[in-house]
Nanobody
């Protein structure tokens, strides 16, 4: 099973930028679509960005125009460039396959905190 390790989170002021990295222990090439999810305190985990194996991307309305997802299959890595961050982007960010199935495990996530 592919293990996922997220990194790159931190504390940033509103309007700032962060780049998240998701490193997979195995090949993600066979996974059709990968996505970034986030979970804010007291809220359900939500999917914010998706990238297919072919490079097609989709975004949640709340992040469209500010976040960019990319993947490097040769490096088994998925990225999330986050610009113009807002306090409501504060959450723990995870990557995983899309759609998620319970047979897959979650990584530890990476905390993103945006101060106003």
């Amino acid at each position: 099973q592919v293990q996922l390790v997220e990194s790159g989170g931190g504390l940033v002021q509103a309007g700032g930028s962060l780049r998240l990295t998701c490193a997979a222990s195995g090949s993600i090439f066979s996974i059709n679509a990968m996505g970034w999810y986030r979970q804010a305190p007291g809220k359900q985990r939500e999917l914010v960005a998706v990238i297919s194996n072919g490079g097609s991307t989709t975004y949640a309305a709340s992040v469209k125009g500010r976040f960019t997802i990319s993947r490097d299959n040769a490096k088994n890595t998925v990225y999330l460039q986050m610009n113009s961050l807002k306090p409501e982007d504060t959450a723990v960010y995870y990557c995983n396959a899309v759609p998620y199935t319970s047979s897959r495990s979650w990584g530890q996530g990476t905390q993103v905190t945006v101060s106003s």
